[in-house]
């Protein structure tokens, strides 16, 4: 973890990949906890962390650009402007020190203005990189998620209030949540089904993810090369 660190230590660790886990705190159905995507985000960051010896993880962001979530109590967004400021100043700031910056995303929301933050600060000729998980599940606070939940703290989830959302695939509900948001199609803010969702499934999936990020930063910055410059 940066934040353990001193000064001289995290100078001395300048050769290192920053891992900052990019979240949000927003409603996730009536069953799970607000900081289900920053929870996930950090447990890859971690996960990557255990894996190479040469990543260090940074405090992660746990606000995003939630504005579809408006309306269900608990949610805070600073939305798309504002996260991508964000974003392009940490990572500014970061690259002082660390010549190599990765942004692991957990929440749909946060992915334009990540993509736009990244191309700036590559157009600048910082190593960033911008690590957007692919799996096949639910798009929101479902069987996925409340899997990945139950793997990561169990206590944490309200199993006895889980309920089916809207079940229909992202593809044919995306207009209407561009319109409306999640309110005007799911009343408990549930896209999907935690139905049969279990601690093992979300294991295996967070395998999955974890092995994914490992090969992806491996194809990025292979390990026991040369340090990078950023260029
Ligand atoms: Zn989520």
């Known amino acids: 973890m940066l934040t353990d660190l001193t000064w001289p230590d995290a100078g001395a660790a300048a050769g290192a990949i920053l891992a900052v886990a990019v979240g949000a705190t927003e409603q996730h159905g009536p ?15 971690a996960r990557l962390a ?13 606000y995003g650009a939630s504005g579809e979530h408006a ?7 600073i939305g798309q402007a504002a996260l991508e400021l964000l974003v392009v100043e940490l990572c500014r700031s970061a690259t002082d020190t660390f010549a190599r910056i990765l942004l ?12 736009r933050a990244t191309e700036l600060l590559r157009t600048e000729s910082r190593d960033v990189r911008l690590y957007l998980p692919r ?9 996925s998620e409340t899997a990945l939940q139950l793997a990561l703290a169990p206590e944490r989830v309200r199993g006895d209030r889980a309920a089916a959302g ?3 695939p992202l593809a044919e509900l995306l207009p209407l949540l561009r319109s409306g948001g999640v309110r005007a199609v799911s009343a408990n803010g549930v896209l999907g089904d935690p139905a049969g969702a279990t601690a093992a499934e979300g294991a295996a999936l967070l395998e999955h993810l974890s092995a994914d990020l490992l090969d992806r930063t491996r194809l ?10 950023g260029t």
């Open 31 to 45: 069953h799970l906890p607000l900081s289900t995507d920053t929870d996930v985000a950090v447990a890859l960051c």
């Open 50 to 62: 255990a894996a190479r010896a040469d990543v260090l993880v940074a405090p992660a962001i746990p």
């Open 71 to 77: 309306g269900f109590p608990g949610t805070l967004s």
């Open 104 to 115: 692991v995303n957990w929440h749909g929301g946060n992915i334009e203005p990540l993509r």
């Open 135 to 143: 799996f096949e599940g639910d798009p929101h606070a479902g069987r």
């Open 166 to 168: 809207d079940t229909r």
């Open 220 to 229: 990025w910055w292979p390990e026991n090369s040369p340090e990078r410059t």
